[in-house]
């Protein structure tokens, strides 16, 4: 049995731990392989997750910045148009003072016409009423002429 047991760990030790010892090396190279990979692989996502992150950073400020430019866009936007209204209700303004200035004078002249018009007719009527005799015209011919001389001189 000694003998039996002998023979066995001989072409054990010369060929079978060989091809053991053999193969849990190169399962233990494997797994270092595959642990190396891994921790490679966690590098990698490390960065790919940084870079993610700045990615998204960067899109958060960029939106933001654009947010900001839209606002100040609206704002100038609301300002140009508030000036611009107001430009335009000046204009109306002065052209509706301008055409009422003119309107008045005009109503202005009538009114003067219809009371030099007025002032004719009743001073007709009080040289009428007042010369009816051809002495009274004839006094009257003669203060005017007297009126005249005095004056030019």
Do not use: C, Y
Not at 52 to 70: D, G, S, V
């Amino acid at each position: 049995m000694l003998i039996s047991f002998g023979i066995v760990v001989f072409v054990l030790a010369k060929f079978g731990f060989p091809i053991i010892l053999k193969m849990v090396e190169e399962r233990t190279n494997f797994i270092e392989e595959s642990l190396l990979k891994a921790e490679k692989a966690r590098t990698e996502l490390d960065s790919v997750k940084a870079e993610a992150e700045l990615i998204l950073e960067k899109a958060r400020n960029e939106h933001q910045q654009i947010m900001n430019e839209a606002s100040q866009l609206r704002e100038a936007l609301i300002q140009e148009a508030k000036t611009k209204a107001i430009g335009e209700a000046d204009k109306i303004i002065e052209n509706a003072r301008l055409q009422i200035q003119s309107e008045k004078e005009v109503a202005i002249r009538d009114i003067r016409k219809q009371v030099a018009g007025l002032s004719v007719d009743i001073a007709e009527k009080v040289l009428r009423n007042k010369l009816d005799k051809k002495e009274e015209q004839l006094g009257m011919i003669q203060r005017l002429i007297d009126e005249m001389n005095i004056s030019k001189s």
